[in-house]
């Protein structure tokens, strides 16, 4: 059990770490566009990469937040259809949809694996200036996926055991 206290700590740790970098890159990306404009507007000098780092960032972003922002219960969800439940049905529910995102999660990080690897292997590169190879680039994906998985199974695990062993809430009239 402590061995799993501390992964978890550590798992939620990286998810913040990881929220914060992505903060950075978003910060950095402003200050490129504005680099940009500025170039582009006042000297007729425009870049040739800031378009591609900057579609870089917008890729990476979501994956490197996504496992955060689902801890913090933070994604979208139907409450108005939740509410029409009992908090019992509502906790069945939401354990479902864990365990099916989770599963989802699995399938995407397998697949996007696949991909990336094989972008890597084949040596792809982007077709720009820049010529960036595309499978590492592309890894961010099943990174991502794979923090989802995680999370999903944390908190499908999570409403299970809520479930079995219910705190005390007062009484629902729906039930």
């Known amino acids: 059990m402590k061995f799993i206290k501390r992964a978890e700590k550590t798992f939620d740790r990286l998810l913040d770490i990881l929220a914060t970098f992505s903060s950075i890159l978003i910060c950095f990306m ?22 591609e780092i900057s579609s870089i960032i917008l890729l990476f972003t979501p994956f490197l937040v996504g496992g955060w922002v689902l801890r913090r219960d933070g994604h979208v969800k139907m409450e108005i259809v939740l509410d029409l439940f009992s908090p019992k049905t509502r906790v069945v529910l939401k354990t479902i949809t864990s365990f099916l995102a989770a599963f989802a999660c699995l399938i995407l990080f397998f697949c996007g694996t696949k991909v990336a690897l094989e972008l890597y292997q084949t040596h792809y590169f982007t077709n720009t200036l820049l010529r960036l190879p595309k499978g590492p680039i592309l890894a961010i994906i099943p990174f991502g996926f794979l923090l989802l998985f ?26």
């Open 150 to 175: 995680i999370q999903s199974l944390r908190k499908a695990l999570g409403n299970l055991g809520e479930r079995l062993h219910p705190r005390a809430q007062p009484h629902d009239p729906k039930e």
């Open 30 to 51: 402003l200050c490129i566009v504005c680099y940009e404009v500025v170039a582009r507007y006042f000297f007729n000098a425009p870049t040739t990469w800031v378009i």
